[in-house]
């Protein structure tokens, strides 16, 4: 039988208010819709049937704050996700930064809400495809709030399944097999990967010329939103570059004229400058 589980807006603010003072962590930023699923996942998981009980549970069970923070990480990723977002990158846009980018300059890159790391050693690989015959360095910085994700990102051991998205090339290349359905990242592509644990509204990233976010801010707040992309504004160098997910868009938010759709339909963006883009050096767009 289904436990019925309920949570009323009383005790969603108390549970906010509550892991904020305790442990500094703003919950506020997430849809509340979004944010009374995770509720309930826990709450069902603790065998709860009401808001009030889980309350109390969580003012007196300090480790709980944990959990609850590690639920509102959604570990749906994989490599390469929406091919054709990549291959555009790849094709149209990094040819352009390079352009910019003098080969002394390290290339920085954010995947934001990394989950257990496809996206960033997607972006390893990608770059590292990209500038093999170049004199350019890279590094990614790669951040989520989920540490057992981050344990699993670090490790970089994935299945047949994960890699479903890869060519045998790339697999061959990139990965090494462990077990009969288990392949490990190489340490060369590992070690272009620095994972952090943090918050996309609170970490410290800066002077950066790329940021992934992509299926991240469907789980925010406008509000939240706008001061998410207003940070991306902040620590894009000029003329780089921001990607978001399929079904997230700057349109209708507060900065929407402060970044130039470089490709509208995969959700590729380039911080804008009074003059000219680089927007302008790639065709058809």
Request: proline share 3%; hydrophobic share 40%.
């Amino acid at each position: 039988m289904t436990l019925e589980v309920s949570i009323s807006d009383k005790d969603l603010q108390q549970i906010k208010e509550s892991v904020l003072k305790n442990h500094g962590l703003d919950l506020s930023y997430f849809k509340p819709a979004f944010l009374a699923r995770r509720i309930h996942v826990r709450m069902k998981m603790l065998n709860m049937r009401n808001s009030s009980e889980y309350v109390n549970f969580l003012n007196s069970k300090p480790n709980e704050i944990g959990s609850l923070y590690d639920s509102l990480s959604i570990n749906v990723t994989k490599f390469f996700r929406d091919k054709q977002v990549w291959q555009f990158f790849m094709q149209k846009v990094i040819p352009n930064l390079l352009e910019v980018i003098k080969p002394t300059d390290t290339i920085r890159i954010w995947s934001c809400g990394c989950a257990s790391g496809e996206e960033p050693y997607s972006l390893a690989i990608m770059f590292n495809e990209a500038l093999k015959n170049t004199d350019h360095k890279f590094k990614i910085l790669a951040t989520d709030i989920n540490l057992n994700s981050l344990r699993e990102a670090r490790t970089g051991v994935y299945t047949n399944d994960n890699l479903k998205n890869l060519d045998t090339r790339l697999i061959t290349k990139y990965f090494k097999k462990i077990e009969n359905d288990k392949y490990q990242i190489i340490e060369k592509i590992k070690n272009l990967v620095s994972f952090n644990v943090g918050d996309i509204t609170t970490f410290p990233a800066t002077y950066l010329d790329v940021v992934f976010c992509r299926n991240l801010l469907i789980y925010y707040g406008k509000d939240a939103q706008d001061l998410i992309f207003k940070k991306f504004y902040t620590v894009l160098k000029q003329n780089r570059f921001l990607v978001l997910g399929m079904d997230e868009t700057l349109w209708g938010h507060k900065l929407q004229n402060s970044f130039v759709p470089i490709s509208a339909k995969d959700r590729i963006y380039q911080k804008k400058l009074p003059t000219e883009t680089l927007s302008e050096l790639i065709t058809g767009q």
